[in-house]
Structures are given as structure tokens and as C-alpha cells.
């Protein structure tokens, strides 16, 4: 069993920067693929992001291509998504996941969520 609980999100100016975390409980964090998801009011929830387990490799939807980065310290079981360059149109409730395994765009392929953080982008 993982548990998740993101923090960092809030309100920013358009072209401001934020930093949201992902601290997860057990010992086997290494074992788990992270991404970011977000979901927009009446909209679907989308992939934003993920990277392994080891944190060689990650993948980013193209609309955060270039101003997000995903990264991930095992030592301290947290993963981070660091968002630069925000637009109104990234304003989201922002959640992680954990995977076990190899990472995915897929969010029903994900093994457990966090409970959102709301990143507001003001224009």
C-alpha cells in the first residue's frame, strides 16, 4: 500500500514559477513509476507527466513540454514538478500517481493517487 499527499499548489501570476511535491509512505518507492496528472474544471483528467522509477527516464505531455520538469528523490520517497513559464490555461487541480513497474500516459494504469493539489494561474 502507497499513500500520497501532494503539496505546493496555489495561486501564481501568468509567467510565474511553482514547485509542487509528492511525499509517499512504504519502503519500495524506487519500485514505483510517479506522474502527473491534472484535471481542469468540466475537462478530463490528462497526463502531464511521469518518470521511472530510477529517474533516468520521463516523458511529458507536449503542452508542458519545455517549462516542466518532473523529478524524483528516492531517499526521501517524494516526487516534484517543477512548473515554469505558467498559463491561465495550466490552472488544474494537479494529482500524482504511483505506478508499479515501467511509467505510463495512461492514468487507469496507475495503482494509487494522491487527493489534488489546485494550481491556479492567474492572467
Known amino acids: 500500500q502507497v499513500q500520497?499527499?501532494?503539496s505546493g499548489g496555489g495561486l501564481v501570476q501568468a509567467g510565474g514559477s511553482m514547485r509542487l511535491s509528492c511525499a509517499a509512505s512504504?519502503?519500495?518507492f524506487s519500485s514505483y513509476a510517479m506522474g502527473w496528472f491534472r484535471q481542469a474544471p468540466g475537462k478530463e483528467r490528462e497526463f502531464v507527466a511521469f518518470i521511472s522509477g530510477s529517474g533516468t527516464t520521463t516523458d511529458y505531455a507536449d503542452s508542458v513540454k519545455g517549462r516542466f520538469t518532473i523529478s524524483r528523490d528516492n531517499a526521501k520517497s517524494t516526487a516534484f514538478l517543477q512548473m515554469n513559464s505558467l498559463r491561465p490555461e495550466d490552472t488544474a487541480v494537479y494529482y500524482c500517481a504511483a505506478k508499479w513497474?515501467?511509467?505510463s500516459?495512461?492514468?487507469d494504469r496507475y495503482d494509487y493517487w494522491g487527493q489534488g493539489t489546485q494550481v491556479h494561474v492567474s492572467s
Open 26 to 28: 512504504g519502503r519500495t
Open 105 to 107: 500516459i495512461v492514468a
Open 4 to 6: 500520497l499527499v501532494e
Open 101 to 103: 513497474g515501467r511509467g
